[in-house]
Nanobody, 121 residues
């Protein structure tokens, strides 16, 4: 599966953005999906993940209550709605597809190219 992330940009603290991740192929619905983020010099950090049907959702504590992950299997697209953004949310955001949910980046099999999110104070 090939993934293409989009929707990043510059936003003021307290603002909102919605990231999208479009997947190619007809097997999108068979993958668990996730969002990770990375800042310079740091490892890729788990943000959120969603099961194949959307019935199970997981969030990092740092984004819980502010971010909402969702998927539309008919459109082969993953989303994350990010509200109440903080400067510490600034990072490159990556979408990922895999066979099982993991808080570590290593087990995820497929990655999008990343989209930059910058939150100004």
């Amino acid at each position: 599966v090939q993934l293409q992330a989009s929707g990043g940009g510059l936003v003021q603290a307290g603002g909102s953005l919605r990231l999208s991740c479009a997947a190619s192929g007809r097997t999108f619905s068979s993958y668990v999906m996730g969002w990770f983020r990375q800042t310079p010099g740091n490892e890729r950090e788990f943000v959120a993940a969603i099961s194949t049907s959307g019935g199970r959702i997981y969030y990092a504590d740092s984004v819980k209550g502010r971010f909402t992950i969702s998927r539309d299997n008919a459109k082969n697209t993953l989303y994350v709605q990010m509200n109440s953004l903080k400067p510490e949310d600034t990072a490159i955001y990556y979408c990922a597809a895999g066979s099982g949910i993991s808080y570590s980046a290593r087990p995820w099999a497929y990655w999008g190219q990343g989209t930059q999110v910058t939150v100004s104070s």
